[in-house]
């Protein structure tokens, strides 16, 4: 796989009116084919995009040393941004050309402790994209031995012009 290109600076960003040019569908593939840059989230929480579908989306990484809470666990909020960031990208996979989405709420459930270094997919299934709300699920597993790690659910709204 080819180092994802992770925004360095406003410089990197599409505008405003690109984005909006094209549908959440294709602002994704164009983000996992490296015409639009992943979030610098990404590069500092150690997450990649590695494969999109309508409704459908993948992410893969992993939680370092600088991901932990104070006790030396990987902290909740790691799970919680890995979560937050499938399932908003498989929200985007449903707005339409002209609309964009933010987060309502998300909800992360935490199975069992993540060793640090321990390789997962988040995966994220889109259960409904209407006019004005949008909601899916997601689950992180270990992408060696498939354990589920957490699960998440969101609900976002889908703003724009109508």
Request: hydrophobic share 40%.
């Amino acid at each position: 796989m080819t180092t994802p290109f992770i925004a360095k600076s406003p410089a990197d960003l599409p505008t405003r009116e690109q984005l909006l040019a094209i549908s959440g569908l294709d602002f994704m593939r164009a983000m996992l084919e490296g015409r639009i840059p992943h979030p610098t989230i990404a590069g500092l929480m150690g997450y990649h995009l590695t494969s999109v579908e309508a409704g459908r989306v993948a992410l893969e990484g992993s939680a370092g040393f600088e991901h932990t809470n104070p006790f030396g666990g990987v902290h909740g909020g790691w799970y919680g941004t890995l979560l937050d960031t499938v399932l908003g990208c498989t929200v985007m996979t449903g707005v339409p050309k002209g609309r964009w989405y933010t987060t309502l709420e998300y909800k992360v459930n935490i199975n069992r402790a993540l060793p640090i270094g321990t390789e997962v997919e988040a995966v994220a299934t889109l259960d409904h994209a209407g006019r004005s709300t949008a909601v899916a699920h997601g689950e992180i597993r270990g992408k060696a031995d498939g354990r589920l790690y957490a699960t998440g659910s969101t609900t976002c709204i889908i703003l724009g012009a109508d």
